[in-house]
């Protein structure tokens, strides 16, 4: 039905993307702003015939699908809201001192697009990260044209959220080529939109594999661009002593919720949780065990996924020294993720990267340390992450400070007595991590810090006021805060030019 995009159809669609850049990119932000909100109503407008196209194509909940599209639109309404507001744009403003030896130029510094971007949709998120997610609505804030490669698994609600896209861009009169959408089942639709010359960045949500493959084709270009990939996570939780002592059930019970939430398909899913064994651990691990076997199983988004997880799982639990602890006893139908919960040594996690790779789907493996010094071995040889949760005390927390910083050293997002499960779309929220949960730790995406990604900072020497940007002109017209002379204002400059 879809069928996939040649390298001909390519080339034209990112000189189009490249023409429209040139005009797109020096437009207001209140007219960014106006785009971004259009395309929300837009996607609004779809209605339920949305939800059910996605349903057919992904067996998610109705429930699920219409929280994420929620989402998704209001991921495009308050970006466009922090775009407008231009903070994202870190305006550094240091004026002249003709008089000093040798005399200080005036120096005014913004973060300004980078060209067009090329967004890959995730199979796990048909909205909040495919067409018309995170990525795309960042790319847009930025002021950069954005080119979808519609995901295999649900091209056809792919198709229906462009088309909405494109219906704003031409409500209002944006440039061809703002938005343009693509299809391909293989990776070479993937590698010809990467490697051409005229894209200058690329979001991805999906396996470490193909992240990887994007980010290796990059870098090899004639001009490295940047990659923003999230490539998954295990996202460790740590059970201090303290804390496990006290709350042993409690949290157990709320992990087996977060393990199962959505089948496992979340890519903050807890897919490793880490104890000192003794009585407390064996205590959670029996609740755990209950709560699991009790957990039915549930269809997952497409059959690929579904085999992933039995061929994946099936590797996990046949490792040298894991222990299966428990299984859903309800028997899983076609396409189905059955819970399971399985058990290894500190030391079998050590000896065995197999163990440190992630089972996505309805998952988790309990590592049993023999003391705090292992427990801290085990951290420091886990590789990077989305989060890490600590479930500890105060007295935990202060009597383990190493322990504390070795995991801090490995993740984006740092957990204190909650589930990495959900993620909240805020200034403050970090979704990212050190490699290999993302190709660049620095960044994040989800809210709207996200903008940043595709703009890089540029900076005017010299230049007289009436020929700066508005953003950069001494009279400040869109009031926005600006670093001046070291002090954060939106007052007016007193130039000494």
Known sequence: MFKDTSKEEIDLIAKQAWQAFLQYSKMPLKKRAEFMRMAASELEALGDDLIVLAQSETNLPEARLKNERARTIFQLQSYADACEKGDWMEIRIDTSIPDRNPPKPDLRKMLVPLGPVVVYGASTFPFAYSTAGGDTACAFAAGCPVIVKAHPAHAGTSTAVAKALTKAAEKLNMPKGIFSHVYGEGFEVGKALVTHPLVKAVGFTGSFGGGKALFD?????????????????????????????????????SYAG????????????????????????????????????KAAPGTMLHPGISKAYIDKRKVALEQSGVETIAVSESEPKENQGTPTISSASGQAFLNNPVLHQEVFGPY???????????MQSVTEHTEGQLTCTLMATENDILENESLVDAVRNICGRLILNGVPTGVEVCLSMQHGGPFPASTDSRYTSVGADGIRRFARPLCYQNWKDELLPEELKDGNPLEMWRTVNNELTKNKVTSSR
């Not at 923003?228 to 740590?238: A, C, K, Q, R």
């Not at 988790?364 to 292992?374: A, F, N, P």
Request: one cysteine or more; glycine letters at 10%.
């Open 364 to 374: 988790s493996l309990v590592i049993r340390c023999k003391d705090i010094q292992e």
């Open 258 to 293: 977060s393990i199962t939430l959505g089948v496992g398909q979340f890519c903050t899913n807890p897919g490793l949780i880490i104890g000192l064994a003794g009585e407390d651990l064996d205590f959670f691990i029996s609740i755990l065990g209950t709560e699991i076997r």
């Open 217 to 253: 084709w990059a870098n090899q270009r004639k001009e490295p661009i940047p990659v923003f990939s999230e490539m998954g996570s295990i996202n460790p939780v740590f059970l201090l002593p303290g804390k496990l002592k006290e709350s042993a059930a409690d949290i157990a019970k």
